[in-house]
């Protein structure tokens, strides 16, 4: 709270008086026997008045947090004193409060700590963070997508093989052949590639795993 002195000094016109160190004119207020009962309240809607017991004409103002001045006229001004460290912006919310708007990478209430976009949980699964303008970027490594690298890529998702199992690699997928067939996605058999003259049966053979020879 903030304080009035309590002890009023008169003008010299004897009808008014003005809180003590007043040096405006429009600070005097006219004379009344317990001027604490005036309505509108002399100390306005930011203050209580207080009666001095030493004298029916003298009063004080005991203002709210945030207001000052002989009748809690005049709001306190929070971001006069500069509270916002670092180029941050200081922006008044009420009589009582303030917000600083920080400029990357500061954070915290008063803009005094720095902002670290690549700490140790930033990207998942070993992969790379590197701040860009306040932000952090994550490298994947292999088999590993998304923002964070928090995706496993399965490259067997849409079933590549048209027979046999599906296997992910660090960089692709194989597929993983049942006895006599062959080709990336096991679609093949020896005997497609007609390796026999025209006057020869193909057999394809039952290898595992097959090659292009397994035929008679």
């Known amino acids: ?20 160190g007043s040096k405006l004119l429009s600070d005097c207020t006219q004379k009344h026997i317990d001027p604490c009962s005036l309505m509108p309240p002399i100390c306005g809607k930011n203050g209580e008045c207080a009666s001095d017991k030493r004298n029916d004409y003298y009063y004080n103002c005991i203002c709210n947090n945030g207001y000052l001045g002989g009748h809690c006229e005049i709001e306190f001004n929070l971001c006069s004193s500069s509270p916002c460290m670092n180029g941050g912006l200081c922006k008044q919310v009420n009589s009582t409060s303030y917000v600083c708007e920080c400029n990357i990478p500061f954070i915290g209430e008063n803009c005094d700590n720095v902002f670290d976009p690549c700490n140790s949980d930033t990207c998942l699964n070993n992969g790379t963070c590197i701040e860009l303008n306040g932000k952090p970027i994550c490298e994947c490594g292999q088999v590993f997508d998304g923002d964070f690298c928090e995706l496993q890529i399965n490259y067997c998702l849409d079933n590549p093989c048209e027979i046999g199992d599906c296997v992910n690699t660090p960089d692709g997928y194989y597929c993983q052949c049942p006895p006599g067939f062959i080709g990336r996605r096991c679609n093949l058999r020896p005997c497609d590639y007609q390796p026999c003259s025209d006057y020869a049966i193909c057999i394809d053979l039952p290898d595992y795993p097959a090659s292009r020879d397994s035929y008679k």
């Open 1 to 20: 709270m903030y304080f009035v002195n309590s002890l009023m000094m008169s003008y010299s016109f004897a009808d008014f008086i003005s809180p003590r």
